[in-house]
T-cell receptor, first 115, second 110 residues
Framework: EPEVTQTPSHQVTQMGQEVILRCVPISNHLYFYWYRQILGQKVEFLVS????????KSEIFDDQFSVERPDGSNFTLKIRSTKLEDSAMYFC?????????????FGDGTRLSIL | GENVEQHPSTLSVQEGDSAVIKCTYS??????FPWYKQELGKGPQLIID?????GEKKDQRIAVTLNKTAKHFSLHITETQPEDSAVYFC?????????FGAGTRLTVKP
């Protein structure tokens, strides 16, 4: 079964540094998402992306965050100047079609640790 | 925006017993309600979903019910097994961003 893959599985970064988290969505999917999960807490929506632009973003997704689909397969989340509170699991998800109420398929996440 | 509440936060059952997790949502436009199971170190995995035009759906030991009038939906697991132990999340969406409940940590004791 096709999977969403995320790299790296664990990223350790100094506070203030830039970090890029990478995702390869399922190949024929059209909608892409990033979520964050702080340890022991709920999964929180960050941003959705369709047709090479952001569809929606939450209040968490401030100017420090950006997303990009640099080629036909990767979908990246960049945090420009990391803060301690950015430490969390970051999950990428993709969905075939928004209008057909298709499920979102999640990757196994990247654990981001800010020191 | 959508707000999803989930209860209980933890649930412990004996193997073979049933487990029920309940969620409520606020946006009457929500029309799709997936349930995800998250095991340690893994991403959420879809286990069952229900659409707004359906009141109940069953898949082997797992069933979901939806009450659109009351804006609540539930997950029922029967004949629980130790491998059902995980964190379960409900979610609701109206084809836009998905909002998750806070999760229920289910422990099935052998």
């Amino acid at each position: 079964e096709p999977e969403v893959t995320q790299t790296p599985s664990h990223q350790v970064t100094q506070m203030g540094q830039e970090v890029i988290l990478r995702c390869v969505p399922i190949s024929n999917h059209l909608y892409f998402y990033w979520y964050r999960q702080i340890l022991g807490q709920k999964v929180e929506f960050l941003v959705s992306f369709y047709n090479n632009e952001i569809s929606e973003k939450s209040e968490i997704f401030d100017d420090q965050f950006s997303v990009e689909r640099p080629d036909g397969s990767n979908f990246t989340l960049k945090i420009r100047s990391t803060k301690l509170e950015d430490s969390a699991m970051y999950f990428c998800a993709s969905r075939l079609d928004r209008g057909a109420r298709q499920p979102q398929h999640f990757g196994d996440g990247t654990r981001l640790s800010i020191l | 925006g959508e707000n999803v509440e989930q209860h209980p936060s933890t649930l412990s059952v004996q193997e073979g017993d049933s487990a029920v997790i309940k969620c409520t949502y606020s946006d009457s436009a929500s029309n799709y309600f997936p349930w995800y199971k998250q095991e340690l170190g893994k991403g959420p995995q879809l286990i069952i979903d229900i659409r707004s035009n359906v009141g109940e759906k069953k898949d082997q030991r797992i069933a979901v019910t939806l009450n659109k009038t009351a804006k609540h939906f539930s997950l029922h697991i029967t004949e629980t097994q130790p491998e059902d132990s995980a964190v379960y999340f409900c979610a609701a969406t109206n084809n836009n961003d998905m909002r998750f409940g806070a999760g229920t940590r289910l422990t099935v004791k052998p």
